[in-house]
């Protein structure tokens, strides 16, 4: 099954990137990315320099704050890229009747099912870590610039981990989510609007860096990858189920 249903999502990558909004998405979480990493660092330099009263105050915002809105730019950000291919791969066929030939395939539902997924998640999860890649790159080598004594300020070993593993989870169920609305809504625009809802719980997990070293943040983390991993397993086998190709056929 993997290796017909990764023969499809090559060519499905390449066509739904032929779409000016989907192509438009990467730069914007790269360039969001990249602005915010500048922030963290510049931010970083001031509290390394500055003295005053206010400095304990600083500082503790900065080390609490700071990570947990890098986690979102790294982790829940990317989560709209996989939504948006979702959405265009599945509703959009149906929109410009391009489907048809694709269901027409010999391929299995779930080999089809598979092949979507991999479609939206592949470039959502590869944008994710080149986005992280660049910001810790950025992050301390400008800090680096500014206190040659520091030689690493971000992320810490949890946020590395979690921006590792979030990625491929919220992708494959954003994905899910996708396929289950797209059995429900017949406009691509009325899926992004629900899809836009993924974001949150995203970027609620992001935020849980802000629990870090109090002693339950590992168990924070464990938590809530084992609920996404069976949310996952669960929503598959849900979109399996609705992702009938001679119903797609009937709704056309």
């Known amino acids: 099954m993997l290796r017909k249903s990764w023969m499809m999502a090559k060519t499905e990558i390449r066509m739904v990137f032929k779409n000016k909004q989907v192509k438009g998405i990467p730069v914007f979480i790269i360039a969001m990315s990249v602005g915010f990493s500048i922030i963290f660092a510049w931010l970083g330099s001031i509290s390394l320099f500055a003295i005053g009263p206010e400095l304990e105050e600083f500082q503790m915002f900065y080390s609490?704050?700071?990570?947990?809105?890098?986690g979102i730019f790294i982790t829940a950000i990317p989560v709209m890229l996989p939504v948006m291919i979702a959405a265009d791969s599945i509703i959009g066929e149906k929109e410009r009747r391009t489907i048809i030939p694709l269901l027409a395939t010999p391929l299995t539902d779930a080999e089809l099912l598979f092949g979507k997924m991999l479609t939206a998640m592949i470039?959502?999860?590869?944008?994710?870590?080149?986005?992280?890649?660049?910001?810790?790159?950025?992050v301390n080598g400008m800090m680096y610039f500014w206190?040659?004594?520091?030689?690493?300020?971000?992320?810490?070993?949890?946020?590395?981990?979690?921006?590792?593993?979030?990625?491929?989870?919220?992708?494959?169920?954003?994905v899910g989510i996708m396929v289950i609305i797209s059995s429900r809504v017949g406009k691509v625009y009325e899926a992004y609007q629900w899809g836009g809802s993924i974001i949150m719980p995203a970027m609620l997990v992001a935020f849980s860096l802000m629990l870090e070293g109090t002693g339950i943040d590992w168990i924070i983390f464990g938590f809530v990858t084992l609920i996404l991993l069976v949310a996952v397993i669960g929503l598959f086998r849900l979109a399996l189920n609705l992702f009938n190709r001679d119903k797609l056929i009937t709704r056309l």
Do not use: D, E, N
């Open 64 to 70: 609490l704050f700071m990570p947990a809105m890098m």
């Open 147 to 174: 206190a040659p004594s520091l030689i690493w300020i971000w992320p810490s070993l949890l946020a590395t981990i979690q921006t590792l593993v979030m990625p491929i989870l919220f992708s494959a169920l954003a």
């Open 123 to 138: 470039p959502g999860i590869i944008v994710a870590y080149a986005s992280f890649g660049l910001s810790v790159a950025l």
